[in-house]
């Protein structure tokens, strides 16, 4: 099995909402990462997860609150976002950090924020 | 800095004919993988080969093949037998391989391919 799942597929929320998406992998990978996708660009690395500790954060704004409760599971967590931050939010995971290993991704979630 | 360029924004091919994306990368390491994802319509990115540096032997996959030019720094795809599947954004990917590299995918801008029946 090399699927990774994300919940939800999309997502409109308000400024002033909080909300989470979800990523689950049952690969037994220990890395796992969140992108950020704008229309018709590459995916830009937000954060990477390594045996359940946050090992990069790209300078990404507080308003994303990332989580990773055990191996298999991931959170972003949303608070306060701005409309620039609608984008399609990808999450993926690999057996380890490291080139070597190739990355799987999930389908994203589509976000809007209004 | 690592960086990676694409430099076809859009291609379009016939079907059952043959396509090369082109795709050049910089880099000072040696030691690196290099990768081509495909991401269809429907968003999911979706792995189409990889290739080791340290391997001289351009990678296979079924109809998709590469040609890698290390001194040039050069990965280009090669798409055989086109189908209307292969519809898609296809982005070069770059991450170098040592113990902090974090497995740090570094994209290209990509290539919007479309097969034309």
């Known amino acids: 099995d090399t699927e990774v799942t994300q919940t939800p597929k999309h997502l409109v929320m308000g400024m002033t909402n909080k909300k989470s998406l979800k990523c689950e992998q049952h690969?037994?990978?220990?890395?796992m990462y969140w992108y950020k996708q704008k229309a018709k660009k590459p995916p830009e690395l937000m954060f990477v997860?390594?045996?359940?500790?946050?090992?990069i954060n790209e300078s990404v704004p507080s308003r994303f609150s990332p989580e990773c409760p055990n191996s298999s599971l991931l959170n972003l967590h949303l608070h306060a976002l701005q409309p620039e931050d609608s984008a399609l939010y990808l999450c993926?995971?690999?057996?380890?950090?490291?080139?070597?290993?190739?990355?799987?991704f999930g389908p994203g979630t589509r976000l809007t924020v209004t | 800095a690592q960086t990676v360029t694409q430099s076809q924004p859009e291609m379009s091919v016939q079907e059952a004919e043959t396509v090369t994306l082109s795709c050049t990368y910089d880099?000072?390491?040696?030691?690196?993988?290099l990768f081509w994802y495909k991401q269809p319509p429907s968003r999911q990115m979706i792995l189409v080969i990889r290739?080791?540096?340290?391997?001289?032997q351009n990678a296979t996959e079924n109809r998709f093949s590469v040609n890698f030019q290390k001194a040039a720094k050069s990965f280009s795809l090669k798409i055989s037998d086109s189908q209307l599947g292969d519809t898609a954004m296809y982005f070069c990917?770059?991450?170098?391989?040592?113990?902090?590299?974090?497995?740090?995918?570094?994209f290209g801008k990509g290539t919007k391919l479309s097969v034309k029946p």
């Open positions: 993926a995971s690999s057996h380890w950090t490291g080139g070597s290993y190739e990355q799987y």
């Open positions: 690969m037994g990978h220990r890395a």
């Open positions: 997860y390594s045996y359940e500790k946050l090992s």
């Open positions: 880099t000072s390491e040696n030691n690196y993988y």
């Open positions: 290739q080791e540096a340290y391997k001289q």
């Open positions: 990917a770059f991450t170098q391989n040592y113990g902090g590299s974090q497995g740090n995918l570094i």
